[in-house]
């Protein structure tokens, strides 16, 4: 997994070329904030998921079911944001804050995987 911590006012598919270089993904799968000409052909057309923006004159195809296994993603994050300190842009500090998203990641996991009631936290 990777991930870039970007400014708040700085527009999130400016960073996913550099996330995907040197990444063999079989599927890009994103919803329509990145569907631009350069995610879409460095993805291959074929690979790229991403629901086309409204905008477009021609919209391109996309596989609509498995679009729709982009809400666990967003599920995820989610659940991040009940620990009550790790919400998007929200602690000052990056290394506080990855390091909060993936003790919350690792938790959230933990508990999926192994089927345990985990202990409630307050950060």
């Known amino acids: 997994m990777r991930f870039v ?3 708040a006012q700085c527009a999130n598919y400016t960073n996913a070329l550099d996330l995907m270089e040197n990444f ?4 890009l799968l994103a919803d329509k904030g990145y569907d631009s000409h350069d ?3 460095y993805a291959g057309s074929d690979n790229a998921v991403i629901s086309p923006r409204s905008m477009q004159k ?3 195809k996309f596989d609509a079911a498995l679009y729709k296994e982009r809400t666990l993603v967003e599920r995820m994050f989610n659940k991040l944001t009940h620990f009550r300190r790790v919400a998007p842009r929200d602690d000052t500090l990056a290394h506080a804050f990855l390091f909060l998203s993936s003790f919350g990641c690792i938790t959230h996991n ?3 995987n ?5 202990p409630k936290m307050t950060i």
């Not at 192994?114 to 985990?118: A, E, G, I, R, S």
């Open 58 to 60: 021609k919209p391109r």
């Open 110 to 112: 933990t508990k999926v």
């Open 5 to 7: 911590l970007s400014l």
């Open 39 to 41: 995610i879409v052909y």
């Open 24 to 27: 063999d993904f079989k599927t």
């Open 114 to 118: 192994l089927n345990v009631d985990m």
